[in-house]
């Protein structure tokens, strides 16, 4: 346990947002004007450009756009706005349990859009008057659809029997690849596992701790898991990242999750890796503001951590940042080459060794320094690092 956490590489290209930024003025303009069609059909092109060129009719009102394992169905006229997605088929014994899941729903976390039943069908449905596409509203309707009913379909099917109204269009791995993927997560659990049971003999459950919300943001990083193995995943960070329990509780959930991964069916795990493609991205654009403000707290205590050559501590605080940020933000390309080149160098290096490229990857991101966009590269700088190593 002297040595830093294994590396494994994304299997995604860019951490990047696919939201057009810039084009977010013309939307409000053309909402201002009172222009109010093109508004809401400008937001449809922010969201996602690419797919909004490669799936709308020719006079772009109308739209099927696939968001992972549901599509949205979009239609925009003179007077009306109109958006759905087909969810499910209600299972055919004993749909009451997926009724009472429905409404809550409905009730909660969703607020304009619905859940509606039409025959067999479930489908997220919203529609209103041209008028009333103020811009901000549309994102929210859309971003809804697209998240919940991407989220919560797979888990429905496992929990409840429910079937789906059409398969979806996903790109899969070759056989070889998935094997790949699968090792290396098991792989990943394996080495947490030791580390964890490691500090909690020394009894440093901040240490363990850390080294689970790393694992579990890494696999997700990694393998960009889908399906139900995705909902889980999710479910589990979501309480790491959220609970108030104590660290004890935390670590023990930890550990179940980690062992009922191990104990996955293989064949079904592998089936829940596969590419798609993503309308409304749910992690949130961060801007330079952004990042520099996620990372500033844990910059300055890794910094201390440094100087104090705690180097397990500074190592352990830097991945963690790093993975969060990759998590929970789309980040752009500058940020994800500076992030992705240190932990390939600190790759199961000692505390010391590992520390060093990651500290300075911090420190580079904080005073504005980056590399030229390589795959793995790191970059140089005059910042605080170099200045303690004259570099």
């Not at 809401?40 to 690419?50: E, F, L, M, S």
């Not at 789906?164 to 690849?177: D, G, W």
């Not at 790191?378 to 190593?389: A, D, M, Q, R, T």
């Amino acid at each position: 346990m002297n040595n830093s956490l294994k590396y494994y590489p994304s299997i995604l290209k860019s951490n990047q947002s696919q939201v057009d930024v810039a084009y977010w003025t013309t939307v409000m303009d053309n909402y201002d004007a009172k222009k109010y069609k093109e508004a809401a059909i400008g937001v449809i092109r922010y969201a996602n450009p690419k797919l909004y060129e490669k799936y709308g009719n020719a006079d772009k009102t109308e739209f099927e756009i696939p968001h992972g394992s549901v599509t949205v169905q979009i239609k925009v006229t003179d007077t009306t706005f109109k958006v759905s997605a087909p969810f499910l088929l209600i299972p055919t014994e004993n749909p009451i349990p997926l009724y009472r899941q429905i409404a809550q729903l409905n009730f909660s976390p969703l607020n304009l859009v619905n859940i509606n039943l039409n025959g067999e069908s479930l489908s997220f449905e919203y529609e209103c008057p041209i008028e009333t596409c103020e811009p901000y509203k549309v994102w929210d309707i859309l971003y809804d659809i697209c998240i919940y009913a991407d989220s919560y379909d797979d888990e429905f099917i496992d929990q409840f029997k429910a079937r789906r109204i059409k398969e979806p269009t996903v790109k899969k791995h070759s056989p070889e690849k998935l094997t790949e993927l699968h090792t290396n997560v098991m792989k990943m659990i394996d080495e947490a596992l030791q580390y964890i049971a490691y500090f909690d003999e020394k009894r440093w459950d901040y240490f363990s701790w850390d080294i689970v919300a790393i694992t579990l943001c890494k696999i997700d990083n990694y393998c960009s898991p889908q399906g139900y193995l995705r909902t889980e995943l999710e479910k589990e960070i979501s309480y790491q990242m959220k609970t108030k329990d104590q660290t004890g509780q935390r670590l023990s959930y930890a550990k179940e999750f980690f062992k009922k991964l191990q104990n996955w069916d293989v064949n079904k795990f592998k089936e829940d890796l596969y590419e798609i493609e993503t309308f409304v991205s749910p992690k949130r654009r961060a801007n330079d503001e952004a990042v520099k403000n996620t990372i500033k707290g844990t910059y300055e205590r890794a910094r201390t951590e440094f100087d104090k050559r705690d180097y397990i501590a500074c190592t352990l605080s830097v991945q963690y940042i790093f993975y969060y940020l990759m998590y929970y933000y789309a980040i752009e390309d500058k940020y994800s080459n500076e992030i992705y080149g240190a932990l390939q160098k600190a790759d199961g290096k000692s505390w010391e060794e590992a520390a060093k490229p990651l500290f300075r990857a911090i420190d580079n991101i904080m005073n504005d320094r980056f590399s030229p966009v390589t795959a793995g590269s790191s970059g140089e700088g005059k910042g605080f690092f170099s200045k303690l190593f004259g570099n």
